[in-house]
Each structure stands twice: as C-alpha cells, then as structure tokens.
C-alpha cells in the first residue's frame, strides 16, 4: 500500500489539509509566498519539520519509489519548477539561471527571509529522491547569487547550510 505522500504526489491523495498537488501547482506567486505548510509535502524530508509536525516523512520505500519511477521524478521535477519560478529562476540546459523577472521575482533576497530554510529543503529533498543534477544546479545558482547579487542578504549560516546539502 502506497504511503499518503506517494498517493499525493501521484495525484490520487490530498495532503494533510486536503489539497491535490495539481491544486497547489496553479497557485499564484502570492499563494506561495503567504501559505506555509504545502513545501513539507511538495519536499518531504526523513526528518520532521519543526514548522509543520502534521507533514508526511519521507520514508526509505517512498525514496526507492521516487528513484525508480519516472513519473514521480517528473511531478517532483514539476513541484521544483513551480517554485523556482517563484524565485525568479528556470532550469535551462542542465543549469538553474536566473529569469528575465529574477529582480523583480527575487523578494526573498533580504537577511533572514524563510525561503532560505525553503531552498535548503528543496535540495535536500531532491538528493533524497535522485534528482541530484538538479540539487547541484540550484546550489550552484544560489551560491552564485549570494556572491554576486546577494551581499549581506544571505547570511554565512545560510550558506553553510546550502553548501552542506551537497553531502546529503
């Protein structure tokens, strides 16, 4: 028997507020930013979340699922597109860019903003589940960024947690 995460993720379950996951795919920016508790379930770790306690963990058998299934691979591809879009960024050959809207997208470009802990998730999770190309690609942009762009808006511990879901 399927897990509650994999049925959401599947598309055939709801998540512990009773949403689909096709639901929360066609939330607007505004949406994403204001609701907390759909990231555990669009990025399941092993560990609780010390924000959201209802959320599912994401056990051995579900990462075995995640990595032997295509489609789950494509709807978790799916859940991180929808938020890089959110942070003003796209997957584009392999990498994760900035996109033509980055500056007015990148709102969580300021000290101590909570999508911080939300990037770090979504990279772990995607080391969790095998899509590594794509964790080492928004770290890599995230890191850039911080350099670049992001003087005294990401803090060291930040990045020292980015960098650290690297050997996740």
């Known amino acids: 028997m399927a897990s509650d995460l994999l049925n959401f993720y599947r598309g055939t379950g709801r998540d512990g507020a009773g949403r689909a996951i096709g639901e929360i795919w066609c939330w607007d920016h505004k949406r994403l930013e204001m609701v907390h508790d759909f990231v555990q379930w669009l990025f399941p770790l092993p560990e609780p979340s010390r924000f959201n306690p209802d ?45 033509a809207d980055f500056a007015r997208r990148a709102h969580w470009l300021e000290p101590l903003n909570h999508n911080h802990l939300r990037l770090t998730r979504i990279m772990l999770f995607l080391r969790h589940v095998g899509l590594t190309i794509e964790a080492d690609a928004l770290l890599a942009c995230l890191l850039d960024i911080a350099a670049n762009e992001g003087e005294g808006t990401v803090s060291e511990r930040t990045l020292q947690f980015w960098r650290a879901t690297k050997g996740a």
């Open 55 to 99: 959320a599912p963990l994401l056990s051995a058998a579900d990462i075995a699922s995640f990595r032997t299934e295509g489609d789950l691979q494509a709807r978790a591809q799916r859940s991180l597109d929808l938020m890089l879009e959110f942070f003003g960024l796209e997957r584009k050959d392999g990498a994760v860019v900035r996109a």
